[in-house]
């Protein structure tokens, strides 16, 4: 009987009448627009996984008659925002054809090379490997998804007589086999020897649905991962516990936090040992349940079974054996117990792999783990950026909820090792690691830049995310910051509302930085105010909020970043934007100039003191920054006009008249003056760089 949609409660229903009436008849839009709302339930399929396709008639440019194409989606790509740009387009002949030339399993990679000829589509993204099991099927529309659900049945004992039990004689099965040509002739033959089948359940891998619509494909993808999670949850029940009931309680909620934030440098940097990493932490419920549950020690070394799992997670995790309520303050003595589980985590990951390779295997990766479970507390992961570590903490939810099916079904099965290492160190797949884009020159870092609401701080923290950095924003106005991190794309940013001038404020921005990416490498202070008034006018109030804000807040900003710098081992760069004006005399500026050459002189004494952290300390001195800065905004465009004799208007071109190159600066200019500092050169310390057109009465030498 087929569902009606109001009976969904394990998947989301969001076809929209509306949006597909507005599509038409178009059934590679169609493909696409199923493709992209799938996606969008993560319970159904994670980023980067899955797969789909469609097939349309087509006139040929060659011989002007109709062929059959299929386009399907292309490698590498992400169903939830699959577009025309990532999928491919085949004859669906010649594909087929090339069941003519198949060699058998060991010559599953030049198939892949033969793919480009069956193309049609001039533009097409790259076949991916899993195209034949697309090809050799007849079915108009395809879904190839990993629901968590169905890689339940799929990795549980008895996986074939589950899948019977679950569908009856509607659903086909095939064993675990690496995605690939045969695959797709293991598909065609289970087909062919199960007509009228709705789909078919890939053990330990996923699911094939199929429909002669795209809306038929879709809903029948969400009945059977609906009938799939019935079935769990109605097990479940009947157990009455998952994963061999509570072994610990979880910390609160708020000290949870608190540990993490504490943690995730020393963690950060150990995975850090041979690349630089961004981290995440995830506390969610289904987290909590499986490492704080009594069989957590069983199921966590027997690894991912998935292939889209543990390609991003490694095989499995690490788990700590710190105690919940383990004192983190002391980071030496929390660094020495965890340095050996790190140690043997390296040593076994080598050892499988010297254990698994080939004569042709790509050389041994990264040994650190991706994934890190603390008891009581949460889950870690660390990769080369937010949006990777981020996925491959979702994959590893996705684990999660797989084993805690499996178990309920029969019990949890994983893939061999040496299948996982064939999967992780394919050739094919070294090739596509290869593809990738060369890393920009700040990825893997992390910044935070004060003032970063607008002006020259939001210009330096535009600079540092285009160059590949993961930002923090903060800054006094929280408006100002929700505009500001609303600029960038989701992964790049995150903001937290900071004073400079309080100490807590500070440290409370530190620790979102370390619980949302694991730690700091760059710390601009941009953040300041300018008052420009003659000796006698300048008040006690002047004096003390400049070097509060100037002064003191560099201090404590310095002071916190050390900390955090000596637990990650990773050295760092600290920033001071200071200003022309503690160099050079000049009129109506006693407090503003005295601040800012303190702040000069503070960034030298710093650099020198913090040297053998391999932490590098540096000053940008704007001057004349007036188009786009906040400082020049009010009170101290006006005084400094008044100063130099003329109106505020004429301020831009004033300014820009009495530097040497007669240029107007702008917040990119010192944007562009601190990347040069943190992107170009690592070995400048206790220097300044002026950025001011050039003001002979400026040159520091």
């Not at 054809?97 to 993204?125: P, Q, T, W």
């Not at 019977?164 to 099965?173: L, V």
């Not at 630089?276 to 966590?300: C, P, Q, W």
């Not at 130099?644 to 010192?670: S, W």
Request: charge should be negative.
């Amino acid at each position: 009987m087929k569902q009606t949609i109001a009976e969904f409660k394990h998947v989301d229903y969001l076809w929209d009448d509306k949006k597909v009436a507005a599509i038409g008849d178009d059934q590679v839009e169609l493909f696409l627009y199923r493709s992209n709302i799938l996606g969008a339930d993560l319970r159904i399929t994670n980023y980067g996984g899955g797969n789909t396709s469609c097939k349309t008639i087509e006139k040929d440019p060659l011989t002007n008659e109709e062929v059959e194409v299929m386009w399907v989606k292309g490698s590498g790509g992400d169903i939830g925002t699959l577009n025309r740009a990532g999928i491919a387009g085949l004859y669906t002949n010649r594909l087929r054809d090339l069941k003519n030339v198949y060699g058998g399993m060991a010559d599953e990679d030049r198939m892949v090379g033969l793919f480009d000829h069956c193309i049609f589509d001039l533009d097409s993204k790259a076949p991916s490997i899993d195209t034949p099991l697309h090809g050799l099927l007849p079915f108009a529309h395809i879904d190839h998804l990993h629901p968590d659900a169905l890689i339940a049945v799929a990795a549980a004992e008895n996986s074939e007589q589950v899948t019977k039990e679950i569908w009856g004689d509607t659903m086909g099965w095939v064993p675990w086999q690496r995605p690939g040509f045969d695959l797709g002739l293991q598909l065609e033959k289970c087909l062919a020897d199960n007509p009228g089948i709705r789909g078919i359940v890939l053990g330990s891998h996923g699911l094939f649905t199929w429909g002669d619509t795209s809306f038929e494909c879709y809903m029948n993808s969400l009945e059977v991962i609906e009938m799939a999670s019935n079935y769990i949850e109605n097990k479940i029940a009947e157990n009455g516990s998952v994963f061999g009931g509570q072994k610990i309680t979880s910390l609160p909620k708020e000290e949870r936090t608190e540990k993490a934030a504490q943690i995730m440098p020393l963690l950060r940097g150990l995975c850090s040992s041979e690349n630089r990493m961004i981290g995440h932490f995830s506390d969610t419920d289904v987290v909590l349940e499986f490492i704080n549950s009594n069989d957590l020690e069983r199921l966590a070394p027997m690894g991912t079974s998935c292939p889209d799992h543990f390609l991003r997670t490694k095989i499995q995790p690490l788990v700590l054996t710190l105690d919940k309520n383990e004192d983190l303050s002391d980071s030496a003595t929390v660094l020495a117990k965890l340095e050996p589980a790190f140690e043997a985590y390296r040593a076994e990951y080598v050892d499988y792999y010297n254990t698994c390779k080939k004569a042709n295997s790509p050389a041994v990766r990264d040994a650190n783990p991706v994934i890190i479970i603390y008891p009581g507390v949460g889950m870690f992961s660390f990769a080369k950026n937010k949006q990777t570590t981020r996925v491959a903490n979702e994959f590893y939810t996705n684990a999660i909820n797989v084993m805690r099916g499996a178990e309920a079904i029969t019990s949890y099965t994983s893939l061999p090792r040496q299948e996982a290492f064939d999967i992780e160190y394919w050739l094919l797949e070294e090739a596509k690691l290869q593809r990738m884009p060369k890393e920009q020159p700040l990825s893997r870092k992390v910044a935070l830049v004060t003032g970063a609401g607008g002006g020259i701080g939001k210009a330096i923290a535009d600079k540092l995310a285009a160059e590949g950095a993961t930002v923090v924003l903060t800054d006094i106005n929280e408006q100002s910051l929700i505009e500001a991190h609303a600029t960038y794309k989701r992964d790049v940013s995150t903001y937290a509302v900071c004073d400079v001038t309080d100490t807590e404020s500070i440290a409370s921005a530190y620790k979102k930085a370390c619980v949302e990416f694991g730690g700091i490498d760059i710390v601009v202070h941009s953040a300041g105010l300018a008052i420009s008034k003659p000796l006698e006018d300048t008040t006690d109030k002047d004096w003390n909020i400049l070097q509060s804000i100037l002064v003191k807040g560099q201090f404590d900003l310095a002071k916190q970043f050390s900390a955090i710098t000596r637990q990650q081992g990773l050295g760092g760069d600290f920033i001071s934007i200071a200003s022309k004006n503690g160099l050079v005399a000049g009129p109506n500026n006693v407090a503003y100039g005295t601040a800012k050459a303190s702040q000069q002189h503070m960034a030298r004494l710093l650099a020198a003191e913090l040297a053998k952290d391999k932490v590098r300390v540096n000053t940008v001195n704007p001057d004349g920054v007036i188009v786009g800065s906040k400082i020049w905004e009010g009170a101290w465009a006006e005084g400094r006009a008044k100063a130099n004799g003329i109106t505020v208007e004429e301020l831009p071109a004033f300014y820009a008249k009495r530097n040497l190159l007669h240029a107007i600066i702008t917040p990119a200019d010192i944007a562009n003056g601190v990347f040069s500092f943190v992107g170009i050169t690592d070995k400048s310390t206790g220097n300044i760089l002026n950025v001011d057109g050039g003001m002979a009465n400026a040159f520091v030498r």
